[in-house]
């Protein structure tokens, strides 16, 4: 009888699991500005355009959004958040501009990581106010805690002297190494002024720059990608390099791509600026055509040799881009893209032929979940959480400015 009750229980639960999982994803929390919905110009109290999410070691998301006003050209603010798993809000931290109508401790949010002593870390894209003219305001690297005490500006790029040879723009987000310490890349800057690598000392709080790139080591890195060596992987700005990173050594080897002719491209192919590494350890990315658009997935190995240009799977010209690569636990890569003609979508592609698995086309201005994906991550529980950077369904008086959305496609649990 027990073993009756025991089996009746796993099939209820597996059939509780199955219906769960749906195509259409669920709305965590929405940005809600204030404003007429016609004008889109208001304030956002808790943030507008969310652009970055990561689970923590709590189980607890984290997150940026790049805004706190509406209607700007550029970004005013800019808040941190939180949010548990049943969707509770959280307002860990508002980046605020001082008397001087100056944003000294950053503005802009562009990135979080955790790191080894459970602290928030991240960057902005602007503020931090350079030393003169020629350098004003290239952003920052922060740190908070998961409550939100204890914010403090790490460092401000394009601080030290009348130069940048600390770093300017942070690019990419900052990646937790083997050794303790957080790593991240600048795309100008250093001692040649085409970017740098940094690290981030979480005991102390030290900022001190490993590399400083040059024209031959590829110049202008756009971010580091984490390999299972405890190495770091990247590709410049123009995407048509590869480097390698050790921590170890703080040595950059670089390795040449044939873009933008490698044969089969015709008038030319441009690497994208974002990749990822696969579940055979290549490295992945998307490519474009120089003229006519399209985006197409690639592959090549880690030393920059055997690339693969599978066929291009968006022939849109001016098609827009992908936002980010994401490799889940069904060892696809997932995208959400901004195809440039619509409110955006989320694909997968086959990592074996770059042909599209499955696309979702939920976005919309008048959706619940919003328009214009951005970020995409797998959390442990297997489910896909996003952000759409805007809009979202606002109560009279209030316009939405983005969202949070939790997708449960009955994935395998995140390793």
């Known amino acids: 009888m027990r073993r009756a009750v025991a089996t009746a229980i796993v099939f209820a639960s597996l059939a509780i699991s199955a219906n769960a999982a749906s195509s259409k994803p669920v709305v965590v929390h929405t940005f809600v500005c204030n404003g007429d919905p016609s004008q889109r110009i208001g304030s956002c109290p808790n943030g507008a355009q969310p652009n970055f999410l990561i689970q923590g070691s ?50 802009g949010p562009s990135s979080l990581t955790e790191g080894a002593d459970g602290n928030l ?18 952003g920052v690297v922060f740190r908070v805690s998961k409550t939100g005490t204890g914010f ?15 770093g300017g723009s942070g690019a990419g987000a900052l990646v937790a190494a083997s050794d303790g310490n957080l790593y991240g890349a600048t ?8 970017g740098t690598i940094f690290r981030v000392t979480p005991a102390s709080g030290a900022y001190e720059v490993v590399d400083s790139f040059t024209l031959t080591e590829g110049g202008y890195p756009n971010g580091l990608i984490p390999a ?18 050790t921590p170890l050594t703080s040595a950059v080897a670089l390795a040449k791509l044939p873009f ?35 985006l197409g997935l690639y592959e090549v190995e880690l030393d920059g040799t055997h690339l693969q240009l599978f066929p291009r799977y ?19 890569f997932w995208i959400p893209e901004n195809p440039g003609v619509s409110a955006g979508d989320l694909i997968t592609l086959s990592p074996s032929n770059g042909k599209v698995i499955r696309r979702l086309a939920p976005f919309s201005t008048s959706a619940a979940v919003g328009a214009f994906p951005s970020s995409l991550i797998q959390a ?36």
């Open 58 to 107: 709590d189980g607890n998301f984290y997150g940026t959004a790049w805004a706190a006003e509406e209607g700007e050209s550029t970004p005013t603010g800019g808040t941190i958040f939180s949010l548990t798993p049943a969707g509770k809000f959280t307002l860990l931290h508002l980046f605020v501009a001082g008397a001087d109508g100056s944003f000294a401790n950053g503005t």
């Open 121 to 138: 870390y991240g960057t902005t894209e602007f503020g931090g106010n350079g030393p003169n003219a020629i350098y004003p305001s290239y």
């Open 152 to 166: 403090k500006v790490i460092h401000r790029f394009c601080s030290v002297g009348t130069s940048c040879s600390d």
């Open 187 to 194: 795309a100008q800057g250093g001692s040649h002024n085409v």
């Open 228 to 245: 299972a060596d405890g190495t770091f992987h990247g590709l410049t700005i123009n995407g048509d390099d590869l480097f390698h990173f």
């Open 260 to 294: 933008p002719f490698p044969p089969g491209c015709g008038t030319g192919c441009i690497a994208e600026p974002f990749a990822a590494i696969g579940a055979n350890a290549n490295l992945y990315g998307l490519y474009t055509f120089y003229i006519g658009g399209g």
């Open 314 to 332: 968006n022939t849109t010209p001016n098609g827009g881009g992908g936002m980010k690569l994401l490799l889940a636990s069904d060892s696809n």
């Open 380 to 415: 442990k529980d297997g489910t896909l959480w996003g952000t759409a950077s805007d809009y979202g369904v606002a109560s009279s008086g209030h316009f939405g400015g983005g969202t949070v959305y939790r997708l449960n496609l009955g994935l395998p649990p995140a390793q």
